[in-house]
């Protein structure tokens, strides 16, 4: 590692030292996290899913923060809020974090000659025993290039009877032609094989996007409910 890099991971996780990641920490309740990470590093704004809490350091602004949340509130039978350790697939295994679970699959996408689909997720460190990551941040996601981008009927037509003949989820038109487009059929076909061997689901608009005007995939820990 060179001493920049290991420069930006400390000020990072010095960056998120006040915060306290074992108190309920999840979609629903990252005030332990905004409330006491340092303002002066991050951007007052985050992104969240259900399974995960996105950081944006001011003097890195080419990468984002990925903190995994541990699991997630639900209401038991006795009508009480609980906190339920989430359970996602690992390579052949099982745990809680889903960034690792993004971290292996980018493992595998390396040995495939897959990668520069997706946007590496890094383990940088841990902060209270949480683990922290990066990632490079994305141009922008498919849906906010939706407003601006549109197929024709034909195109939109051509992308889903494709799909159709593969037998994959068309799962955003725009982001498969574009992919199509960029990287060619034959190789969709290898891309959409290698994401059923690795577990990955749940991609929509907000997990998809653009990175130098090239489709990739920045959020691909899949979801298991």
């Known amino acids: 590692?060179?001493?920049m890099t290991a420069?930006?991971?400390k000020k990072i996780l010095t960056a998120l030292e006040d915060c306290d990641f074992d108190d309920g920490f999840c979609d629903e309740n990252f005030d332990c996290v905004i409330d006491f990470m340092?303002?002066?590093?991050?951007?007052?704004?985050?992104n969240y899913g259900a399974?995960?809490?996105v950081l944006f350091p001011i003097e890195y602004p080419d990468i984002v923060v990925k903190i995994p949340f541990p699991g997630r509130w639900f209401w038991n039978d006795d009508e009480e809020l609980q906190l339920e350790d989430f359970c996602c697939a690992y390579d052949g295994e099982w745990g809680w974090d889903y960034c690792k679970a993004e971290a292996l699959s980018f493992s595998k996408a390396l040995e495939r000659n897959l990668d520069f689909i997706f946007m590496r997720t890094t383990h940088i460190g841990n902060v209270h025993g949480h683990p922290i990551y990066i990632q490079p941040r994305i141009t922008k996601t498919a849906s906010?290039?939706?407003f601006s981008k549109?197929?024709?009927e034909e195109k939109i037509y051509s992308t889903k009877a494709t799909c159709y003949e593969l037998d994959v989820d068309c799962f955003n038109t725009l982001w498969i032609h574009?992919?199509?487009e960029s990287y060619g059929l034959e190789f969709f076909r290898s891309f959409n094989d290698f994401l059923k061997d690795c577990n990955i689901n749940d991609l929509h608009g907000s997990n998809i996007g653009y990175f130098n005007d090239k489709p990739v995939i920045f959020d691909y820990s899949g979801y298991w409910d």
Not at 38 to 46: A, C, L, N, S
């Open 38 to 46: 340092d303002t002066e590093f991050f951007e007052t704004e985050v």
């Open 7 to 9: 420069l930006m991971y």
């Open 150 to 152: 549109k197929l024709t």
């Open 178 to 180: 574009d992919f199509i």
């Open 51 to 53: 399974t995960k809490l």
């Open 1 to 3: 590692m060179n001493p």
């Open 144 to 146: 906010q290039l939706s």
